[in-house]
């Protein structure tokens, strides 16, 4: 009789310990306890170099809030003095702020600080983020045309689809001859573009072709 109150005592505490091991691992996974790792930076900067490296921030230009987080808009100082602008989207979660997906591009003629007689020799250049939906990356808010105008007389820029539908791109100002802009596309307007820069008497100071799928493109200037 003691032996068997004693077994049974036994299995009463093997499953205890089963039962308090589950809901332990339950309670981690729930609260986060399991993998610090995984849980997401305090602010969005942090997200950002928490995936792209510290510092890679240098200066922020336009946060702009998107379903379920932000689209962050900075220039990025490189080890020889020159600058990249980039654009990342990043996730908004209860606890924190994830990387979800962005790029970035650079060239020697495209930095602030240029005078109006440098600026005058350019126009804009845009880069294209495309669209995440059924990648590894999951959804998004691109496709996205983002870049910079140097040219002192753009006012607008626009980009049209071949079905001749139009969207209008949000131009943000840090210098006269250094302005960010960028656009938000639909997947489905597909991957050729026409983008115009105009100055505020509506003249064309430079348009572009642009056909995404064709990874050589380098774009067709078109002056009307």
């Known amino acids: 009789m003691v032996r068997q109150w004693a077994n049974r005592l036994i299995m009463l505490l ?14 981690g ?13 305090p602010t969005l900067v942090e997200a950002i170099e928490k995936i792209r490296g510290e510092g ?6 336009d946060e702009r809030p998107v379903a379920d987080g932000e689209v962050a808009f900075f220039l990025r100082e490189t080890s020889n003095g020159g600058y990249t602008i980039a654009a990342e989207y990043v996730r908004k979660f209860e606890k924190g702020w994830k ?20 600026a ?5 250049f845009a880069m294209y983020l495309p669209g995440t939906e059924g990648t590894e990356f999951g959804s998004s808010p691109f496709p996205m045309y983002f870049g910079i105008a140097l040219h002192p007389d753009i006012s607008r820029i626009v980009v049209k689809d071949p079905t001749g539908y139009e969207k209008q791109a949000q131009i943000v100002p840090i210098e006269q ?12 307007q597909g991957t050729k573009f026409e983008i115009t820069g105009y100055d505020g008497s509506g003249n064309i100071i430079r348009r572009v072709t642009q056909d ?11 002056i009307d």
């Open 177 to 188: 001859n250094f302005k960010l802009f960028y656009v938000f596309l639909d997947a489905s």
């Open 99 to 118: 990387w979800g997906y962005g790029g970035s591009f650079g060239a020697s003629n495209y930095h602030p600080g240029l005078s109006d007689v440098e």
């Open 56 to 61: 890679y921030v240098s200066y922020m230009i």
């Open 29 to 41: 996974k729930l609260f986060g306890l399991q993998d610090k790792k995984a849980e997401g930076s």
């Open 120 to 124: 005058r020799k350019e126009s804009f």
């Open 212 to 222: 995404e799928a064709n990874t050589n493109n380098t774009g067709t200037t078109r």
């Open 14 to 27: 093997v499953l205890a310990a089963v039962i308090l091991v589950v809901i332990y691992a339950y309670e």
